[in-house]
């Protein structure tokens, strides 16, 4: 049995589908997604005009140009402006109108013109701040009518009726990148899987396993002999894309004992699903339908792609039917909020569980598979 996982893992290390299905792939994901999860300073492009040219319009651009989020980028020519919007060029364009600031100070209401995308979420979250501005003057505007007419008691009159104390709970790094870092490593650790299923069948179909009852390998030895390499490489896997999320991402690993038994649980159980998806299977095409179910369905319901949080309620429960999702709570756990063994305790028996369960499924399905190879 040594002899064929010295083989099965060589065979592993040589072929090319390994280093792009495990490594390469879930690497440009990351790389790509996780870039973008953990920039702090994203800005959208504005477009406007400012045809009053004054202190006061001056001040609000500057206003939307200081802030996170938006980079003010002005346009001399307004016609053209509309027609970019218009072809979906630019999501939103304002302009601000001449006499803006003398209107505003003689107390009448000059109007900004906006043209606009609306499935644009750029141009919903500037028309929020754009109100947000309007309502933040307006309220200026009632404190100094009110202190003006009330003397010393507008203090009284403008305290709010109740303070918000604010307790945020410590996070030790970004939760985007603390989000999709495991997410897109635990999805590509599961296509080991399809890995499995490939050298299989592949010794079945070539006659291999057949010749194998001449040697003195025992019947369940082959499965282990050939289990114990994909298990080694879904390790190997993990340990590269993690050291590749810390160097590149300055990424924090948290706490090492938990995300080693997460780690191998993980490893644990992808390679026992994929044991017994194999066995149930009558070829390939079989086990590629299973792929697509699980590995696919269960990243996206097991909030590998996106917090699960923002899905309903109904899904949420379903996920849970999901390794994926024990697997992903668990190394958000680790990595966002410092968790620990005691922690995701429940994360880790449950996972046991699951891997076990396939395990057995596994083995006595094996009996089948053994014997239409054999015969």
């Not at 979250?125 to 505007?141: K, M, N």
């Not at 709970?169 to 080991?192: C, D, E, K, N, R």
């Not at 390790?235 to 191998?264: C, D, E, M, R, W």
Request: proline share 4%.
């Amino acid at each position: 049995m040594f002899s064929l996982i010295i083989k099965e893992f060589k065979l592993r290390i040589k072929e090319r589908r390994t280093y792009m299905l495990m490594f390469i792939m879930p690497m440009v994901f990351i790389l790509l997604i996780g870039s973008v999860s953990s920039t702090k300073n994203i800005a959208f492009n504005i477009h406007y005009t400012d045809l009053d040219q004054t202190q006061m319009s001056k001040q609000l651009i500057s206003s939307f140009g200081n802030s996170k989020g938006f980079r003010m980028i002005n346009e001399s020519d307004v016609q053209s402006a509309i027609n970019y919007v218009e072809n979906n060029k630019y999501p939103i364009y304002f302009i601000i109108p001449k006499g803006f600031q003398k209107e505003t100070q003689a107390g009448k209401q000059p109007q900004i013109d906006v043209h606009f995308d609306p499935s644009s979420d750029i141009s919903k979250a500037f028309l929020s701040a754009l109100e947000g501005t309007a309502q933040s003057i307006e309220q200026q505007q009632i404190k100094q009518y009110i202190k003006a007419k009330a003397g010393n008691s507008a203090d009284k009159i403008l305290t709010p009726p109740f303070s918000v104390k604010r307790n945020e709970i410590a996070s030790s790094q970004s939760m985007g990148i603390a989000q999709v870092l495991p997410g897109y490593t635990v999805m590509f650790a599961f296509f080991i899987i399809t890995i499995m299923a490939q050298s299989f069948f592949r010794d079945k179909e070539s006659g291999m396993l057949a010749r194998l009852m001449a040697t003195p390998i025992e019947k369940y030895g082959y499965m282990i002999g050939m289990w114990i390499p994909n298990f080694i490489v879904v390790l190997i896997q993990v340990t590269a894309l993690y050291t590749f999320g810390h160097l590149y991402f300055k990424f924090s690993l948290g706490n090492v004992p938990a995300l080693i038994i997460v780690t191998l649980l993980l490893a644990f159980v992808g390679t026992a699903l994929g044991l017994f998806l194999t066995f149930i299977s009558d070829n390939q095409q079989t086990v590629m339908i299973f792929v697509q179910l699980i590995v696919i369905g269960g990243s996206a319901l097991g909030g590998l792609w996106f917090p699960i949080e923002i899905l309903p309620s109904v899904i949420q429960k379903l996920a849970m039917i999901f390794p994926q999702y024990w697997i992903q709570r668990s190394y958000v756990s680790i990595f966002g909020h410092g968790g620990t063994l005691m922690s995701i305790w429940p994360n880790v028996v449950v996972l046991c569980g699951m891997g076990i369960v396939f395990f057995i499924l596994a083995y006595f399905r094996y009996n089948k598979f053994y014997d239409k190879a054999t015969n």
